[in-house]
T-cell receptor, first 111, second 114 residues
């Protein structure tokens, strides 16, 4: 069964203090790894899809990377508006494989 | 293009009642998935529908069911509600459900069971 573990559970940063969020996964054949952002009371908002080890994607202050066992979401010089819960999910290569989510990392950025 | 919409947004029910939640996918999207989100368990997959057929199912009891209509709109039903069913129910749609596709989520329905 596919598994996703995200760490730390919560992270508090000062504005401008860069850091990384970790997503470790086990899957029998990775079809794709997804990062989502979720604000309180809202549905998850899609950020990135990574397909293979070594791939990197960037969007504003966020950069996602992928290895064979984990993915990192690097946040450079975060701002208070980056405060949210960041969710990682994987989809395996099995027939009709579903998305398996981690429990998320709650990021708080203080001004 | 309008996003995924879910109705109602909030719902309060009592134990033993049943509830039906509705989801309208992004125009042109044919696959709809449902998730339950709770603080303790996170996002858990309920089921996926594609072309009016349930294609995948998570590990939830038979009290949880769903269906999809010819216009790709979907409903999920929970019968004999229990206190533990209190959660945010999320619907997500993707284009054709043929492989690795990004799922786009709606705002969710917050269900409180008293």
């Amino acid at each position: 069964e596919d598994q996703v573990t995200q760490s730390p559970e919560a992270l508090r940063l000062q504005e401008g203090e860069s850091s990384s969020l970790n997503c470790s996964y086990t899957v029998s054949g990775l079809r794709g790894l997804f990062w989502y952002r979720q604000d309180p009371g809202k549905g998850p908002e899609f950020l990135f899809t990574l397909y293979s080890a070594g791939e990197e994607k960037e969007k504003e202050r966020l950069k996602a990377t992928l290895t064979k066992k984990e993915s990192f979401l690097h946040i450079t010089a975060p701002k208070p508006e980056d405060s949210a819960t960041y969710l990682c999910a994987v989809q395996g290569t099995g027939a009709n494989s579903k998305l398996t989510f981690g429990k998320g990392i709650t990021l708080s950025v203080r001004p | 293009k309008a996003g995924v919409t879910q109705t109602p947004r909030y719902l309060i029910k009592t134990r033993g009642q049943q509830v039906t939640l509705s989801c309208s996918p992004i125009s042109g999207h044919r696959s709809v998935s449902w998730y339950q989100q709770t603080p303790g368990q996170g996002l858990q997959f309920l089921f996926e529908y594609f072309s009016e057929t349930q294609r995948n199912k998570g590990n939830f009891p038979g009290r949880f069911s769903g269906r999809q209509f010819s216009n790709s709109r979907s409903e999920m039903n929970v019968s004999t509600l229990e206190l533990g069913d209190s959660a945010l129910y999320l619907c997500a749609s993707s284009i054709a459900g043929t492989g690795l596709e990004t799922q786009y989520f709606g705002p969710g329905t917050r269900l409180l069971v008293l």
